[in-house]
């Protein structure tokens, strides 16, 4: 026979397991949402340190920069905590345009 220690324990594992899964189908749920609005609406963005770091890593020689590549697999781009834009990304992103204001 279970005792209700043993029984409180398994009920708040259920527990703990269904909230789980009811927030994880809420953030799908939510995730969909933004990307229908995105589709709709093009988001822009006012703020990318892209080309302050093609300055500081690649002193200015654009040439050097590739845009299409992952840039969390190249270094430096990879070890920089403010490097986070390369096409991949704003695509995934859903990213419609890119502005630099100053």
């Given at each position: 026979m279970i005792n209700p220690c043993e029984r409180?324990?398994?009920?708040?594992?259920?527990l703990a397991i269904i909230a789980v899964v009811a927030a994880a189908s809420y953030d799908r749920e939510r995730l969909e949402i933004a990307k229908q609005i995105l589709e709709e609406v093009p988001l822009t963005d006012g703020h990318n340190d892209l080309p302050w770091n093609i300055r500081k890593f690649l002193?200015?020689?654009?040439?050097?920069?590739?845009?299409?590549?992952?840039?969390?697999?190249?270094?430096?781009?990879?070890i920089?905590?403010?490097?986070?834009t390369d096409l991949p990304r704003l695509k995934t992103g859903m990213v419609g345009a890119q502005v630099r204001i100053k």
């Open positions: 409180r324990s398994v009920a708040c594992l259920l002193r200015n020689q654009i040439n050097e920069f590739e845009l299409n590549t992952d840039l969390t697999m190249v270094e430096p781009w990879s920089s905590k403010y490097s986070h």
